[in-house]
T-cell receptor
Framework: NAGVTQTPKFQVLKTGQSMTLQCAQD?????MYWYRQDPGMGLRLIYY???????DKGEVPNGYNVSRLNKREFSLRLESAAPSQTSVYFC???????????FGNGTRLTVT | QKEVEQDPGPLSVPEGAIVSLNCTYS??????FMWYRQYSRKGPELLMY????GNKEDGRFTAQVDKSSKYISLFIRDSQPSDSATYLC??????????????FGKGTLLTVNP
């Protein structure tokens, strides 16, 4: 059972480039989330999807867009990357909105 | 004042020691309290989950909540090198405990030396 799978594991972008981070879960969870983790800042919620067909902004949504492609997949898009978006990005899922979170192993993104 | 404060450490202890990890918070509306463990280069995983005040024990781990002092603790008994990780506290004020209202601490890096 793979759980939450994120691709790619590492990425380097130049300022202004775009990219999409992919996330898929095989646990039949309803809710999915995107977090970023920065040194000294802790985990911060970017966007979440409470259920298939819905998405909502979290604490730090600026510069990002998301798509809940289906129940399994939730992607995060950076349209025009900035150095401030250098971070480790974690996708997570939960059975319901108040169920324990299951995290992927992260995508390490550097924007130069 | 930040909502959740957690000493980043690093904390280094010998194998077999009792470890105490702590978080303080300012929002008296927090009702759900969690501890996550994060190994290097991995995603966090849920260790303990408590609602309101009191203690909860699971094997070598005990979570304690003192709402009057706005203080939560995680105790690890008989610590093992495999406990070496970053420990994150998380809290939610939402009456339903919704994940999208979780506030995370910055994490404490723990090393248990053989």
């Amino acid at each position: 059972n793979a759980g939450v799978t994120q691709t790619p594991k590492f990425q380097v972008l130049k300022t202004g480039q775009s990219m999409t981070l992919q996330c898929a879960q095989d646990m039949n969870h309803n809710s999915m989330y995107w977090y970023r983790q920065d040194p000294g800042m802790g985990l911060r919620l970017i966007y979440y999807s409470a259920s298939e067909g819905t998405t909502d902004k979290g604490e730090v949504p600026n510069g990002y867009n998301v798509s809940r492609l289906n129940k399994r997949e939730f992607s995060l898009r950076l349209e025009s990357a900035a150095p401030s978006q250098t971070s480790v990005y974690f996708c997570a899922s939960s059975a319901q909105q108040n169920s324990p979170l299951h995290f992927g192993n992260g995508t390490r993104l550097t924007v130069t | 004042q930040k909502e959740v404060e957690q000493d980043p450490g690093p904390l280094s202890v010998p194998e077999g020691a009792i470890v105490s990890l702590n978080c303080t918070y300012s929002n008296s509306a927090f009702q759900y309290f969690m501890w996550y463990r994060q190994y290097s280069r991995k995603g966090p995983e849920l260790l303990m989950y408590t609602y309101s005040s009191g203690n909860k024990e699971d094997g070598r781990f005990t979570a304690q909540v003192d709402k009057s002092s706005k203080y939560i603790s995680l105790f690890i008994r008989d610590s093992q090198p495999s406990d070496s990780a970053t420990y994150l506290c998380a809290m939610s004020e939402d009456s339903g405990g919704s994940n999208y209202k979780l506030t995370f601490g910055k994490g404490t890096l723990l090393t248990v030396n053989p």
